[in-house]
């Protein structure tokens, strides 16, 4: 019952706020009152409390990456839980699917990152209760009519059942099941709002294409993956229905699409700071702390992915607009251009030459194999070897454009996505860049 009323509370909250404070200078003030107050909780946090002592400003502590993340554990958490203890107690969670691993009563999280490497997360009951508020304002919106919910998980944590109330009825589904074991459940549910990865919405909406679901959606939400466009317009086109997208890490929710259809960096309760990665500071890497995080605090911590920004969102809702996410940044492709020089070439180009190769192509996926190779895998409409020549002489025209040539483009016949684990559309198995 208190859960609830917490909901309830940070969902008034948010609206209070919506109605007060929904201005960027509305959410400024917010996030210095809400930093100040996570600063000097930080005194509890053993990797901070020296810096808090210090009285450091928070530009003067280390900016992290999932790897000190995981590693320093121990210290970071304000509630002395031992990293040992957590991944055994969320691992035997995931063996048996008994799906609600706690200490005392912080909830135990694993996530699962593109290259396969497990996170573990901690969440206090108030935690979750602004992670559901924050959803239900952002995303799902306010109804007084009951809908349903199918979501879609690597596994099931309390975090999301949570969200079960008269208003909202949740059904999980584990996306380490095979798919088609969900379609009955799904059909039979019949829910009214839809949230899975890309790569699950894909499976659905194959599904859904030969009337094996007969779904009618009011809300489509994609989460935990990149959305691409090529996926967007297959996923209207099949449900009916505009897709709204949610951006999130660790169990922190960083992002949510705007009334245009473009997601806004909640920076209300994200601070977040920009590592340009061009000189023209359009790309950049977030780097997030999470205002609403105490139990495990996200103090400066560096995502690997690409950001391009959209300077202007008609919109009107604060926060920093995303124009796309190019994914990883181990996702980029480098080659040697005709001066000898080593020249990155960023996903958004390889994706665009694409798109723009012909509008059958529904799926592709592509690999740097080696220096001079690229491994095309594409599923499509219409003619095989039209499509592959036009693929072909747009990917090299493209690279041309960077002086690039003798690149040699193979098309392969399978793709292997293993479930459960994020899709990488563009990937560089040859080398990595920083
Ligand atoms: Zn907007």
């Known amino acids: 019952m208190k859960f609830k009323l917490d909901i309830l509370i940070q969902l008034l909250r948010f609206k209070w706020n919506r109605l007060f404070h929904w201005s960027e200078q509305g959410w400024e003030s917010l996030r210095k009152k809400r930093l100040k107050k996570l600063y000097l909780h930080l005194r509890n946090s053993p990797a901070y409390r020296e ?12 900016v992290i990456h999932k790897n000190i993340f995981m590693r320093d554990f121990d210290q970071i958490n304000t509630v002395n839980i031992k990293k040992a203890d957590a991944l055994k107690l969320a691992l035997e969670a995931e063996k048996t699917r008994d799906f609600s691993p ?5 909830t135990i999280g694993l996530s699962s990152g593109t290259s396969g490497n497990t996170g573990i997360f901690l969440v206090s009951p108030r935690e979750r209760a602004h992670w559901v508020a924050g959803i239900l304002d952002r995303v799902i919106g306010f109804s007084l009519q009951k809908r349903k919910v199918a979501f879609f998980l690597r596994a099931n944590s309390n975090l999301y059942e949570s969200a079960r109330s008269r ?43 030969k009337g094996k679901m007969n779904l009618s959606l009011k809300k489509l939400i994609s989460v935990a993956e990149v959305l691409e466009s090529i996926d ?40 977040l700071e920009k590592k340009y990665l061009d000189e023209g500071k359009k ?42 996410i190019e994914g990883r940044s181990d996702d980029v492709f480098i080659f040697t251009d005709e001066n000898g020089e080593e020249t990155t070439v960023y996903p958004d180009l390889m994706r665009r030459a694409i798109i723009t190769a012909s509008g059958e192509i529904t799926f592709y996926h592509l690999t740097q194999t080696d220096q001079k190779t690229i491994a095309v895998y594409l599923e499509h409409e219409g003619s ?22 003798n690149i040699e483009i193979i098309f392969t016949h399978s793709y292997q996505h293993e479930p459960g684990t994020k899709l990488r559309r563009i990937k560089n198995e040859y080398s990595k860049a920083d």
């Open 102 to 106: 706690m200490i005392d009563d912080i």
């Open 384 to 405: 095989q070897n039209d499509i592959q020549d036009k693929v072909k002489s747009q990917l090299l025209e493209k690279l041309a454009g960077y002086k690039i040539h």
């Open 167 to 209: 208003l909202l009825e949740f059904a999980f589904f584990d996306i380490m099941q095979p798919i088609g074991s969900h379609i009955e459940k799904l059909k039979s549910f019949q829910p009214d709002i839809l949230i899975a990865q890309p790569s699950v919405l894909r499976s659905l909406a194959k599904a859904q294409e």
């Open 232 to 271: 967007r317009k297959y996923f209207e086109k099949v449900f009916g229905i505009t897709i709204s997208e949610v951006y999130q890490c660790t169990e922190g929710f960083l992002a949510a699409s705007c009334p245009a259809g473009r997601l806004h960096f909640n920076e209300d309760f994200i601070f």
């Open 51 to 62: 810096l808090v002592n210090q009285n450091a400003p928070l530009s003067e502590f280390p």
């Open 283 to 324: 790309r950049f890497h977030p780097v997030i702390t999470d205002l609403y995080r105490y139990t495990q605090p996200v103090i400066r911590y560096e995502l690997n992915d690409i950001i391009v920004e959209y300077p202007h969102c008609e919109c009107g809702q604060p926060g920093t607009a995303i124009d796309f």
